[in-house]
Structures are given as C-alpha cells and as structure tokens.
C-alpha cells in the first residue's frame, strides 16, 4: 500500500547521499520533497505539518552539521519521526481485572468489522484467551450469518440469539453477552456492532447506548486504508460521538496510498493497535510503529520475519530435523517437503522477501516471483512413493516418468529437482559432521577428534599420501542453492532472484577446518 510513499522517499535519499555536507538550501529543499511525498500518499495536512517542522528543526541542529555522513542523519531524523507520528510504541490490549474484558468494534459498514472480529478471536484465542464474538449487528442482512461463520472457521464461539435482517434488539443482545460469558468461562468479549454508509444520528445513538450497555475496556474504531481523506472525518466524527480507545487498520494489502489512514493517530491522538493485511483470517497482527516506519522507508522487517518463522516451525520437528542429521540418517524428500509446507505457511514468498532489508532494490523481480513453484514442487514429490522419498537414488528412468505424469509436469523438471536435491543432501551431511548442526552449537574439540577416530579405524579413509590426515572442507554449493528451504550464497529455488548487493549469505566453500580448534576460514 505505502509503496508510493516508499518510491518518493528513497529518491528523496538517493539525492541526499552524494552530499558531503548539509546546507539550509538542502535542508529546505529535502522538507519540501518528503512534503511533496506525504501529501501525495494522502497524509493529512495538519500530520505533514508537524512532520516536516519536526524533521527541520532536529536536521538544522549540531548533531547533523558535526556528522560524518549527515545524509544518514537525515535519514534517520525522518525514520524516528515517523514511528513517531505512527504511535511511537506498539500499545497492547488492556485487560480487566475482573473478567470477562470487553472490546467493542466500531466503524463504517464496509470497513471489515464482522471479518475482524473473526481475525481478533481467532488472535485472541492463540494469546491463550477463551474469546466469545458477540453478533450485536442486527441491521445488515446476513450479518449474523456471517459472524456465525467467521467465528466457525476461527474457532472461536460465537453469541446470536437473535437472527438479525432487522429483527432484535442490539443494545440488549449486547449486555447480556456479558452474563452469558461469565456462565460459559469466556474471558474475553469481542462485540460487533452495526455500521452505516455514512455517519448519521441513529448510527452514534447505537453505537453510544451498545458502549453504555457493556461498558468495554477496549473501543476499536475500525477503519479502511483505502477511503482517504474520508478517514480522518469519519473517525473525529466516532470520537466525538462514541469515544475510542485503539484504532485497527483494514485492507493494507490494497493499493491505495494509505496515507491518511496512518494520519488517524495523529488527529484523534488515539494508537493504531492492529493492522489486518489481506482476507484470510490469518492475515492479522499487532501493528508496531517502528516496523512500519521501516517498511516505509525501505529498510526491511527482519523482527516480523522472525516472529512469521517461528510460529511456521515447530521447535520439536526443528530438533527432530538436527537429530536426523546428527545421526548420519540423513536429509529425505520427506524432509523437504515437510520444511518447504512450513516456509509457504508463513506466507506469499514475494512478501517475506520484501521484509528483508533492501529488498526495496527489487521490487520487479519481486513481482515476478509466483508461489506456484513451490506447489509444483511439492506435486512431484507427493507424486512419489514412500520408498522413493526416503531414497531419491531409486528413481530410475521409468519412475521419473511415472512421477512426471503424476504431477503434470516435464521429466525435465524432475530431473532438475532431484539433481539439486542430491547435491543439497550431500552438502547438509558433511555440514552436519563438519560443523556442527544449526541450535546445537559447534562441534567440540573432543567430539570432533573421536569422530576423526573413528573415521580413520573405517579403511583409513581419513588419511591422504603419506599418513596425513586431509583438511575437512565444505562442499561446492548447488547451483541453484538448497531447493525450497534454504538459500545459501543469496539464491532461491526455481529461478527465484538473489539478495540484493550487501545482502548474501557468507559463501560457504570459503570455509575450511584445518586446524580443529580454530574455525576461523582460512586458518
């Protein structure tokens, strides 16, 4: 959504980093380009002028005029005040003290609040809370259904005892939520209320007599990226007339410039808490400023990156993989498959890539990358039997036939596959003897020298001309890099592009181990 913004920024950057020096005519003249950039992303006004007063002010002062690089300064200046003008710091839901806690959603309709109260439960319901989703919007046909339905694929309860198209009382359906949670052992309630296409008397009327019934802890206003300047109207008009604690941010994965949405915050003074990122109930998370003023800006977001993988890998299948490797049993196409399912629940490859720092910088090729590659690799290795995905070298002629009419693909394509395979599995079993296996540390010295021990007692195939004992060194990396899973030297699977200049992984072939007490390459 913010790519404009972004485009706009780093050209901004791009200007300020030939400089040796910063004069007032720079500083002047970049004001006026991040001016420019914020008013076209929709910023509100009032927001784009305490902005770029703020950013004047702290350029013009000693800090910069002494640095070495003042254009880096700059940039930083500007990353700092827009966390800043985004929240500053990540605000969290206040829970009560006494439970159930209550958090109502308000909004225009359209907005996605019936969506959201499935994506907030099902959230909620992963923070280790019982939530319970309250249908108190009766006025939108099948709006009850469709809470039922959403509350159905999170897995979460819901509250309907009235079937809504205009029938029901919300204000009381709402309150005794209440009771009706505290019976059931739900410790938190999440109320959708009804909206309007536009702001009117009886939309706030309800809205006020709802928040009066249950007194919530937390009134989310609920609002779309992607309706402009019409935002901040819409939400100083909630405000005024219904209050609100936290504001959640809808739609993000349009291509609306945003802008104004971001300027919500600053006119109602009210935090941006969450930020939904698509249509699936997944596509939910707590919204952080300062990782959002770094998308902005180019910068990457290797924290969200983290938090994605871990919660796509299991720890107990991550120690079972380094067990595996430890005991020489050796890495499967069952292996794979079951690393690459992980890496495609964390979501469209393109977007996990864009959260690499500079990934800016190919934003094209980025496009280009279809997530089909890995479905159409995974269909020929679930094309395969048992017997095959535990012993690649089995596969003959005729079974790579069979297995590329199987998945719908070439012979070609298999071939390609599983020659990158053998070489990947080759690499990770002497790494694993060699190395160390990742989370396990570091082979020790004495393991390491039982292990040559025992090597040498097997046909002294240990020992070259002469007695010596040959260096250990890293294999040649595969072309293509490890399929689907790893990316070693910066490549990706099928013709994925590389990392940006900078940003490679090390260049594994360049290690050896000489010398068993010292790692160090070269040494």
Same mark, same amino acid.
């Given at each position: 959504?913010?790519?404009?913004?972004?485009?706009?920024?780093?050209?901004?950057?791009?200007?300020?980093?030939?400089?040796?020096?910063?004069?007032?005519?720079?500083?002047?003249?970049?004001?006026?380009?991040?001016?420019?950039?914020?008013?076209?992303?929709?910023?509100?006004?009032?927001?784009?002028?305490?902005?770029?007063?703020?950013?004047?002010?702290?350029?013009?002062?000693?800090?910069?005029?002494?640095?070495?690089?003042?254009?880096?300064?700059?940039?930083?200046?500007?990353?700092?005040?827009?966390?800043?003008?985004?929240?500053?710091?990540?605000?969290?839901?206040?829970?009560?003290?006494?439970?159930?806690?209550?958090?109502?959603?308000?909004?225009? #309709?359209? !907005?996605?609040? +019936?969506?959201? =109260?499935?994506?907030? &439960?099902?959230?909620?319901?992963?923070?280790?809370? /019982?939530? %319970?989703?309250?249908?108190?919007?009766?006025?939108?046909?099948?709006?009850?259904?469709?809470?039922?339905?959403?509350?159905?694929?999170?897995?979460?309860?819901?509250?309907?005892?009235?079937?809504?198209?205009?029938?029901?009382?919300?204000?009381?359906?709402?309150?005794?939520?209440?009771?009706?949670?505290?019976?059931?052992?739900?410790?938190?309630?999440?109320?959708?209320?009804?909206?309007?296409?536009?702001?009117?008397?009886?939309?706030?009327?309800?809205?006020?007599?709802?928040?009066?019934?249950?007194?919530?802890?937390?009134?989310?206003?609920?609002?779309?990226?992607?309706?402009? #300047?019409? !935002?901040?109207? +819409?939400?100083? =008009?909630?405000?005024? &007339?219904?209050?609100?604690?936290?504001?959640?941010? /809808?739609? %993000?994965?349009?291509?609306?410039?945003?802008?104004?949405?971001?300027?919500?915050?600053?006119?109602?003074?009210?935090?941006?808490?969450?930020?939904?990122?698509?249509?699936?109930?997944?596509?939910?998370?707590?919204?952080?400023?300062?990782?959002?003023?770094?998308?902005?800006?180019?910068?990457?977001?290797?924290?969200?990156?983290?938090?994605?993988?871990?919660?796509?890998?299991?720890?107990?299948?991550?120690?079972?993989?380094?067990?595996?490797?430890?005991?020489?049993?050796?890495?499967?196409?069952?292996?794979?498959?079951?690393?690459?399912?992980?890496?495609?629940?964390?979501?469209?490859?393109?977007?996990?890539?864009?959260?690499?720092?500079?990934?800016?910088?190919?934003?094209?090729?980025?496009?280009?990358?279809?997530?089909?590659?890995?479905?159409?690799?995974?269909?020929?290795?679930?094309?395969?039997?048992?017997?095959?995905?535990?012993?690649?070298?089995?596969?003959?002629?005729?079974?790579?036939?069979?297995?590329?009419?199987?998945?719908?693909?070439?012979?070609?394509?298999?071939?390609?596959?599983?020659?990158?395979?053998?070489?990947?599995?080759?690499?990770?079993?002497?790494?694993?003897?060699?190395?160390?296996?990742?989370?396990?540390?570091?082979?020790?010295?004495?393991?390491?020298?039982?292990?040559?021990?025992?090597?040498?007692?097997?046909?002294?195939?240990?020992?070259?001309?002469?007695?010596?004992?040959?260096?250990?060194?890293?294999?040649?990396?595969?072309?293509?890099?490890?399929?689907?899973?790893?990316?070693?030297?910066?490549?990706?699977?099928?013709?994925?592009?590389?990392?940006?200049?900078?940003?490679?992984?090390?260049?594994?072939?360049?290690?050896?181990?000489?010398?068993?007490?010292?790692?160090?390459?070269?040494?």
């Amino acid at each position: 959504m913010f790519e404009t913004l972004s485009d706009r920024l780093d050209k901004v950057f791009t200007g300020l980093r030939g400089k040796g020096r910063l004069t007032d005519a720079d500083i002047d003249a970049t004001a006026r380009e991040i001016r420019i950039a914020l008013l076209e992303a929709d910023v509100a006004l009032p927001a784009v002028r305490a902005f770029i007063a703020a950013v004047k002010d702290r350029a013009r002062g000693e800090a910069v005029s002494q640095a070495l690089n003042p254009a880096q300064q700059v940039i930083k200046i500007v990353n700092e005040e827009l966390v800043e003008i985004l929240g500053g710091e990540t605000r969290r839901i206040r829970l009560a003290k006494q439970s159930p806690t209550v958090i109502m959603l308000a909004g225009l #309709q359209g !907005a996605g609040k +019936t969506t959201l =109260a499935g994506k907030l &439960g099902r959230w909620l319901k992963s923070q280790g809370h /019982t939530p %319970l989703l309250v249908a108190a919007d009766l006025q939108r046909p099948n709006a009850v259904t469709q809470l039922s339905v959403v509350a159905g694929q999170a897995g979460v309860d819901v509250f309907a005892p009235e079937p809504g198209n205009g029938v029901g009382d919300p204000v009381r359906v709402a309150a005794e939520s209440i009771e009706h949670a505290r019976r059931t052992m739900h410790d938190v309630v999440v109320v959708d209320t009804a909206g309007r296409l536009g702001i009117d008397a009886e939309l706030m009327a309800q809205a006020a007599a709802i928040r009066d019934a249950v007194q919530p802890d937390e009134t989310l206003f609920v609002v779309d990226a992607m309706i402009g #300047q019409d !935002a901040v109207t +819409t939400a100083t =008009a909630f405000q005024e &007339g219904v209050g609100f604690s936290g504001v959640v941010l /809808t739609k %993000l994965d349009g291509d609306a410039r945003g802008g104004a949405a971001l300027s919500v915050r600053y006119v109602t003074g009210q935090p941006i808490m969450f930020a939904s990122t698509g249509e699936k109930l997944a596509d939910f998370d707590v919204f952080h400023p300062e990782r959002m003023a770094s998308r902005i800006l180019g910068m990457g977001d290797v924290l969200t990156l983290i938090e994605q993988a871990e919660q796509a890998f299991d720890a107990d299948q991550a120690e079972k993989m380094a067990g595996k490797l430890a005991s020489r049993e050796g890495f499967t196409l069952e292996d794979f498959l079951e690393q690459m399912m992980a890496i495609r629940k964390m979501g469209p490859i393109a977007n996990l890539l864009g959260m690499l720092p500079g990934a800016g910088a190919m934003k094209e090729q980025l496009k280009q990358i279809d997530d089909r590659d890995l479905d159409r690799t995974a269909a020929i290795i679930r094309s395969m039997t048992p017997a095959e995905r535990v012993n690649s070298k089995i596969i003959n002629a005729s079974r790579r036939v069979r297995i590329a009419n199987g998945s719908g693909v070439s012979v070609t394509d298999v071939n390609q596959l599983l020659e990158r395979f053998a070489q990947a599995q080759k690499m990770m079993g002497q790494m694993a003897g060699s190395m160390g296996l990742p989370g396990m540390g570091p082979m020790s010295k004495k393991a390491r020298g039982r292990q040559m021990q025992a090597q040498s007692k097997k046909g002294k195939k240990g020992k070259g001309k002469g007695g010596a004992r040959r260096p250990i060194s890293s294999p040649a990396l595969p072309p293509g890099g490890l399929p689907g899973g790893g990316f070693p030297g910066g490549a990706f699977p099928g013709g994925m592009p590389g990392l940006p200049p900078g940003q490679q992984l090390p260049d594994l072939t360049k290690l050896r181990f000489d010398q068993p007490g010292d790692e160090r390459p070269g040494r």
